[in-house]
């Protein structure tokens, strides 16, 4: 308290930063925004704990001899990348921080449908992560991110338990928060705001938990028969006594396999808000994008077989899934289709989120078509297991969810802090991630289709010059990730102070200060135009002028 | 209202009664519950879905052994179990109409009587659980597959299912009996009028759903190859 009553400085409106600034009012706190920055800051401790294993998978892929760690080491660190990332970071990151964030803003509620389910939902999620950090810090796990059976079940010495009750518990945290987002923007919409004036991100997110409630009661009952198999020894993937190890990858797929999309289809959603934005066009074909996320979380329940071509599933079914895994192709490339045409003629900025958007575009699009050589059956006989598969699904996971999760962090950071982020430095850090990521990941396609077997910490000596190459990109990718992190939180502080709508975006978020009061809207807002209606005149309010 | 109408809540500033702070009405907030809990519902279909698919495949691939298996189960005492599941059920949906009426007396009496139905159906599940526990017929290595013959190995598989899908379905029960608890107290404290009892409805419908798993279970488990 200053004694002096002259020269207090002038407070920022209550917000729901500055209503309370006790531990108790964040931990306890049911606000979704709150709970969106209890989010953010544990997914990024994730991020990193993530990333740092596979900065020393890198450091040891250096050289073709094993010498920096052993191959059981190595086993470890690949698992445990894997583990993190996935569980921790990809699935509950975009949806966990963007979604709750915006999810009520964006349909004009004053939060989810269920404030204190999502509280639980952080408290479990946390929870699950401790289990697995226990798991790290004991020792580590072995068994590939896959668990793959009879391994994982009887032969693995590590700690497959306590990181499989960690998975067990997380899985929870993603279904109440998918429930939550359905049920809120089924029964919480603002008046006026129809299915069809709802915007992208939400379908994105819509489409998003349908999976998250399908899909992730299926990994909690195969994780759990695999503990039970590792405690009793209950033989339901054992072949010893007649059990399916084969029947393990079938639920493990069905469950993870949608977990890509669980990944992607929220990045989606990012990717349509931010180029509607900077190209200042509606998003060309609404109602095939909102569509197209909704197909990709339908069929994509349908292509789990594809993960197991080669584990002696019948030609048939292989046949049948190959198939399907390139109808599931449709709907991804209509959006890819249609982020293009809103591009065209559009008056484009090329700012921060929209370098992230546009290399989105581009890294996905590469992602994608080597996706769809994996789904042919004969070529990915021969790639299969190899660096191919790794580049493969890096270029959509990192290239793609995680630049979205960059762009929509930029994006909404000023809406989120009331903090501008410095523009030339996050733009110089857009790029270096881009060329970063590229030069890390290309180079393991030609490895993988020159045959280098993934999970191997040493390799044969033809594979070094790229293997250096990948190494080289992964630094640089590694300091564009380090720069954001610095500078969002130097913003915080000393970031230029955001008005309500920095870049003249459409949608009910930047109608409401920045950041905004606990209750999100003054008053229940009304909506009366379709998303993003750049093409209508607007610009009378004096927030909305450019500067 | 009747005689035995609730004891008067506490009148809250700028709200209904019972109406959380960010919804704009009672039957806004009964939507969202509803939609909520058959959203829930839907998971833990997928959750034992995962566990049919499973039993699904081996019945498939070892059917004999299977129904040896399953004749070592107790009928009598499943059949009973299933009764006094279904008669849960009938108590909980009365209990439900009742606070829809108004009656408070009655709408604790079928509380109580869900509850000691399903009470009695976990006592009687754990009397089957000991009779296993003593024939040796707990999954993992003490497994006595001599009891099967040639089927053993398999059999063994069989009533890893039965131990697996029952006991999560007795952790429902024992979730549910939690939850009626609670439910029970509140209405003892008079929380439910007609117009507004969200919290016992939803907890109906979960006791139902338990139940509706156990209708599934009961002749799976227990009436393999008892038709003719």
Known sequence: MSTATTTAPARAPENYLNTDYSWKSWLLTIDHKRIAILYLISISFFFFVGGFFAVLMRLELLTPAGDLVQAETYNKLFTMHGLILVFFFLIPGIPGVLGNFLVPMMIGARDLAFPKLNLLSWYIFITGGLFTMYAVAAGGVDTGWTFYTPYSSTYANTHVLAVGIGVFITGFSSILTGLNFIVTIHTMRAPGMTWFRLPLFIWAHYATSIIMLLGTPVIAITVLLLALERLFHIGIFDPAIGGDPILFQHLFWFYSHPAVYIMILPAMGVISEVIACFAKKRVFGYSFVAYSSIAIAILGFFVWGHHMFVSGQSPYAALVFSILSFLVAIPSAIKVFNWTATLYQGAIALKTPMLYALGFIGVFTIGGLTGLFLACLGLDVHVHDTYFVVAHFHYVMVGGTVMAYLAGIHFWWPKMFGRMYPEFLARFAAIVVFCGFNLTFFPQFILGYMGMPRRYHAYAEEFQVLNVLSTAGASILGLGYLIPMCYLVWSLKYGEVARKNPFTARGLEWTTSSPPPTMNFEETPVVTEEAYAYHTAYLNEEDYVVR | ?228
Do not use: C
Not at chain 2, 22 to 33: S, V, Y
Not at chain 2, 47 to 57: C, E, I, K, P, Q
């Open chain 2, 1 to 228: 209202m009747s005689a035995s109408s609730t004891p008067a809540r506490r009148a809250q500033p700028l709200h209904a009664a019972g109406l959380a702070h960010h919804f704009e009405d009672l039957p806004q907030q009964h939507e969202a519950a509803r939609l909520g809990m058959w959203a829930f519902l839907i998971t833990e279909v997928m959750f034992f879905g995962g566990l049919f698919t499973g039993y699904a495949v081996y019945r498939n691939l070892y059917p004999a052994a299977f129904r040896l298996a399953s004749h070592h189960l107790d009928v009598a005492l499943g059949t009973t179990n299933t009764a006094v599941l279904i008669g849960s059920s009938l108590t909980m949906a009365l209990a439900i109409r009742e606070a829809q009426i108004g009656r408070w007396k009655p709408q604790i009496g079928y509380l109580i009587a869900t509850m000691l139905l399903g009470a009695t159906f976990l006592g009687i599940k754990s009397i089957e659980y000991h009779h296993k526990w003593v024939d040796h017929l707990m999954p993992g290595p003490s497994f006595d597959v001599s009891v099967f013959g040639a089927e053993g190995p398999h059999a063994r598989i069989f009533y890893s299912f039965y131990f697996v899908m029952t006991g999560l379905h007795a952790f429902h029960m024992v979730v549910g009996l939690g939850l009626m608890a609670w439910i029970t107290r509140r209405a003892a404290r008079g929380d439910f009028t007609p117009g507004h009892h969200t919290a016992l409805e939803m907890t109906g419908l979960y006791w139902h759903f338990v139940d509706l798993v156990w209708i599934f279970l009961f002749p799976l488990l227990y009436l393999i190859g008892r038709h003719g």
